[in-house]
Nanobody
Framework: QVQLQESGPGLVKPSQTLSLTCTVS??????????WTWIRQPPGKGLEWIGS???????YYGPSLKSRTSISRDSSKNQFTLQLSSVTPEDTAVYYC??????????WGQGTQVTVSS
């Protein structure tokens, strides 16, 4: 059973960079055919795929946030991270990390609320 846990600040000021870390247990961030994924859900809206990092280290980003997003991983800590730059209040959301395989999310983190406000 893979478990994922998000961590990071719950409040970020506008124009700053949002940084979140996902710690993985019960699995490895270098496992073949697995994509470690960030997803968010703004209040009153649906889920939005932010991006993924694959087992080879390749990254894939959603078109709407691609210019502001960076996803990386630390194999030694079994973690992967999200950085979203130049945030605005529209980036306020619950952010989830997840394991995606064969096109479907198999495991979710519990989610973490991030609010962008001065």
């Amino acid at each position: 059973q893979v478990q994922l846990q998000e961590s990071g600040p719950g409040l970020v000021k506008p124009s700053q960079t949002l940084s979140l870390t996902c710690t993985v247990s019960g699995g490895s961030v270098t496992t073949n055919d697995v994509y470690w994924t960030w997803i968010r859900q703004p209040p009153g809206k649906g889920l939005e795929w932010i991006g993924s990092i694959g087992y080879s280290g390749s990254t894939y980003y959603g078109p709407s946030l691609k210019s502001r997003t960076s996803i990386s991983r630390d194999s030694s800590k079994n973690q992967f991270t999200l950085q979203l730059s130049s945030v605005t209040p529209e980036d306020t959301a619950v952010y989830y990390c997840a394991l995606r395989r064969h096109g479907a999310v198999e495991f979710w983190g519990q989610g973490t609320q991030v609010t962008v406000s001065s």
